[in-house]
Each structure stands twice: as C-alpha cells, then as structure tokens.
C-alpha cells in the first residue's frame, strides 16, 4: 500500500506503550518528584565538555551504558524503546540530494526522543583512511579492479560497524548514507540486515527542482572533500561524480517490495510505501514533513527587565527593559541584514538605484530588513499562473523572519519594536518558562534553607527533578517538541525571546546537548546567541549586545 502526503498534511498516531516495557529504579518519593536512580540521572562515565559556542553534539558517539537523552520518556532494559526493535534507515540519491542533511535531522531528532541512533557516513569512512582514491571509487559502478576493491574495503568496514553498532552497544536505529542508487544493492542490504532481525527502511530523496539541485551543488562543492579547492575545479570535480552516476540511477518502484519514503523537493511531496514498522518509523515520516533545508538562522534572546523581576507576578518591562528592547530590535535587524548582503550581494533603494530595480522590489524602509534573491522571485512572478507561487506564510522560504515570545507580558512587550516594524511577532504560550512551584521567586540559599531534602535531590540531577508542584527541565522538553518541529520547519530567520529556562532547552535539541549539560546553560543579556545551519552539523556563536 502506497500513502501519498503533501506538504501541510497531518499525520495522527499514538503509541500503545505496555507499562511492563518501561523498567525505572531509583526511588518515588512523592508525586512532585522525578526518578532519581542511575538510569534517570543520565551518569556515565563519558562526560562531554560543554559545548557553549561553536559545533554541536550530534555526531558523538552513543554511550554503551545505561544513558538518559533530554526528550526521553522512558527506559527499557534492553534500551529500545516504542517496540520498534532495531532498525536501519538507508538513504538513496544521487549526489547533492540533501542525504547528508536528512541523516543528520533524524539524528539529532530521534537523540532527542531517547532513541540510540548514529549516521554512518561513507564519505566519513574514505576521508579517515587518509589516502586517495581512483576516480571510479565515486561511481556506483567502479570500473577499474582498484575502484571495485577500495570501494569494497570502505563498505564492508561501514557495515561491520553497523552491526557492531546493533550487537555490542545496544543501538537502535543506524542511519546508512550513501548513494544506494542500485536495485541490486538495494536487495542486497534488505537481505543482509534482515538476517539478522533488523527492519530496513528506504528514504529516497529526490531532486527535480532545478533551483533547489543548483544550491545542493553550491553547497557541496564547500564540504570537506574540497577544503582548500578553488571553487570552480571542485564544482567541476563534484559535477564529474554526478554525470558518471546520473546513468546508472535506479529510483525505488513497488515493486521492489521495500518499505521506503520518497523525500522529494526537500519536503514539498512524500510518499510512503509499505510501511510495516509502527510508532517510531511513522514518528519519524511525520518529522520528515517538517524538515527544511534552513538557508536563515535561529536567534535566543533573553526578555527585558521589569522593576521586581518575581515569577509570581506578570510584571511590565521597566525603563531598562524598554531600552534592551530597542537596542535588541536593532542588534538582531542588523545582523540579519548583514547575512543578507553577505548571501545576496547590496541592496538598491528605488531612488538610489542605479541599475533598474524590479517594481515593487524596494528595501522595506519600515521593517529595516533588505529583500533576499526569494523577495525578488516573489515580486517578478506574482500572478504569473506559470510560475509556482513562492508561499508567504511563517518561515516559507529564506525571506521570511519570524519572532516568538511567551504570552507573559514583560515577554511579549520586549517583541514591541519588531512589531512597531511590521515584523511578524507570535506569542507561543509553550514558550512558559519553567514553572518553579514552591520555590518560585527563593533565592538558592532559601531553598536549601526551606527545602534542604528536596534541595540535596535537585543537586543529584537538576535535570529531571521536580520541586513540589513545579516542572522539571525534562517536562519542559515534553512540553516544547511542538516548537521543536516547526524551528525544523522554518527556512527563513527566527528570533525567540523567552526565559533563560526555554532557552536552554531548545538550544540543547539544536546543538544535541546532553541531559547534564543542559541546566548548566547560560543566557547572558547582554549576548544574542545564533545557530546557524549546514547539512552536516549546526553551529552556535555569541554575539555581543552593546547595552551601554
């Protein structure tokens, strides 16, 4: 059976979860409180050095013991989760169709859920071996016996991992990137995995889009294989390994008999075939709906001052606060505007313009923002019944800038300026910050003063444990997977201004943070952090906020 889902579809699924299948030790010492046994408290041995600025966590190595993820809502025994068993997902495509970047967004996102995942990158396993490799090595077809043995030798030590991966470290969900355009191989690998009761997935993604092909080409002409390469001879060199495997594609037909998704046009259209793996496989088609190839980036600002500064009561921003707020609006358009001129080149005001500028194509004065190569796409093809309409919707495409808050006042009044611009603002209310309970507005000296058993269980993981009536870190992730996917479905710009405590958790899924690293995030006022985004891994720099 064959699902076809358009981009904007939705997809309902729940999960019959035994309570049997969930094993939890440590010890329940009241409602309020969270599990505080080994397996909840996410200690290993492996402690990695936080990681405030610069690449994420993603590709780390999964912990061979017992390990807690962020998003995580439960343990097994065996450290599988949903019923799923183990499964391989297995990319199919040709060079330059986003494969990378799908392998990565899985990672990172089934990390999150608790799922022991790793990518297993082909092109990773050739640069380790540190020696060159004949040209046909990059056909699907090598025709020299040199090409046929290294490409075997690379892809029998990607495979032995795979299944050392399953059988040793309890994984549970490998992700095999390469280019699998053959139906032999194909076969091959159902029959190989199956063998050892591990369920194979297909995702095939597919690029007809023309823009979209010639920007996967600009980006991968910049990956490692080419640090150091004048740009036009690694384009050259890529475009050669895509012409010698254009002829020798096999796109995945029923009639294979494979269970598998065609990802096409970066999400615009997929199509789910023979799908007979449950909760997990279809948790992961729904994210798959909402992954974008992001071109703008993600801003974290903290929400201005107001005058007692208490959770308790829903203050006003105070005279300090107003002027963070104006300097903010201001640090935030610049930078936009210089990622802007930097991708597109400078912009021309109408009755500055010395070359012609398209009607209706002028720098919005009142925003402060300059248009982007997709603005004027928009412009010079509106009403064309040709041309498919570029969508203008919230984070549609790399134009598009978006702010979010929190309902609570001090919040959304720090969002006043943008909003005074024309600037979309949208107030979230899973952008609540951690609800404190009983301790609300208690300095940590009260706390320890007032609750000191409660206080010495928070200390043994800040992470998962609840004060009386409060939320813990943990709940607060539950509660945000929905902000999760749509900061996966945006292409453009997002600026999210919240408490310290939502921002710590949705920097910790973009930058794959662990459950201890997590509390220990810092939100200075006087920074903006940005994410920025490439297939292979995102990247995090602080920017400093004149507040003089």
Not at 360 to 375: A, F, K, Q, R
Not at 459 to 472: G, L, M, N, Q, T
Request: hydrophobic share 35%.
């Amino acid at each position: 059976m064959s699902v076809v889902l358009s981009d904007g579809e939705d997809a309902n699924h729940k999960s019959n979860e035994d309570d049997a299948d969930s094993t939890v030790t440590g010890n329940n010492t009241g409602n309020h409180m969270a599990r505080t046994g080994k397996r909840w408290s996410g200690s290993s041995s492996r402690r990695p050095q936080l990681k405030g600025l610069g690449s994420d966590n993603v590709h780390e190595n999964v912990a061979t013991g017992d390990h807690i993820f962020p998003g995580q809502l439960y343990s097994t025994e065996s450290g599988r989760l949903f019923h799923a068993g183990k499964i391989i997902i297995v990319l199919v495509g040709l060079p330059a169709t986003s494969k990378t970047l799908l392998s990565v967004a899985i990672t990172r996102y089934t990390k999150w859920l608790g799922v022991k995942t790793k990518s297993f990158h082909v092109s990773e396993y050739r640069r380790r071996q540190g020696t060159e490799v004949p040209d046909d090595y990059f056909s699907a077809l090598p025709t020299t016996k040199e090409g046929l043995e290294v490409r075997g030798k690379i892809f029998g030590l990607v495979f032995d991992d795979m299944v050392n991966f399953f059988q040793e470290t309890k994984g549970q969900l490998a992700i095999y990137d390469a280019l699998n355009i053959r139906r032999s191989e194909r076969k091959e690998l159902e029959t190989k995995f199956s063998a050892f009761n591990i369920k194979v997935l297909f995702i095939e993604s597919v690029l007809t889009d023309a823009e979209l092909v010639n920007r996967n080409i600009k980006m991968a002409a910049q990956s490692f294989d080419y640090q150091g390469v004048p740009k036009h001879q690694a384009r050259n060199s890529f475009m050669q390994r895509l012409l010698v495997n254009k002829p020798l594609y096999e796109e995945i037909i029923p009639e294979e008999n494979l269970s598998y998704v065609k990802y096409i046009n970066s999400g615009q259209r997929l199509i789910v075939n023979n799908n007979r793996y449950g909760y997990l496989i279809n948790k992961i088609v729904f994210f798959l709906m909402n992954v974008r190839d992001k071109r703008g980036c993600v801003y974290f600002a903290r929400c201005g001052t107001s005058d007692n500064d208490r959770y308790i009561d829903d203050e006003v921003l105070n005279k300090e606060g107003r002027r963070y707020s104006k300097i903010l609006t201001e640090a935030v358009l610049d930078r936009i505007n210089s990622k802007r001129l930097s991708r597109n080149g400078t912009p021309t005001f109408a009755s500055k313009a010395s070359t012609p500028t398209p009607e209706g194509l002028v720098m919005n004065e009142s925003s402060g923002l300059i248009p982007t190569v997709t603005t004027l796409q928009r412009t010079l093809s509106r009403g064309n019944h040709k041309v498919r309409q570029i969508q203008s919707w919230d984070g549609a495409d790399d134009d598009s800038f978006v702010v979010w808050t929190a309902p609570r006042k001090r919040t959304y009044d720090t969002a006043k300026y943008f909003l005074e611009k024309g600037i979309a603002v949208r107030q979230r209310f899973q952008l609540q910050q951690l609800h404190p309970g009983v301790v609300a507005d208690l300095t940590e000296e009260e706390i320890k003063a007032q609750y000191p058993k409660e206080y010495s269980e928070y200390i043994k993981d800040k992470y998962h444990y609840r004060f009386p009536r409060a939320e813990s870190y943990h709940d607060l992730a539950v509660r945000m997977e929905p902000l999760l996917l749509e900061i996966e479905r945006m292409c453009g710009d997002v600026l999210i201004i919240g408490h310290e405590s939502t921002l710590k958790v949705l920097y910790g899924y973009l930058m794959a943070c662990t459950c201890e690293e997590l509390p220990s995030l810092e939100f200075p006022r006087d920074e903006i952090v940005e994410i920025s985004f490439s297939p292979f891994q995102n990247k995090a720099e602080r920017l400093p906020l004149t507040t003089a």
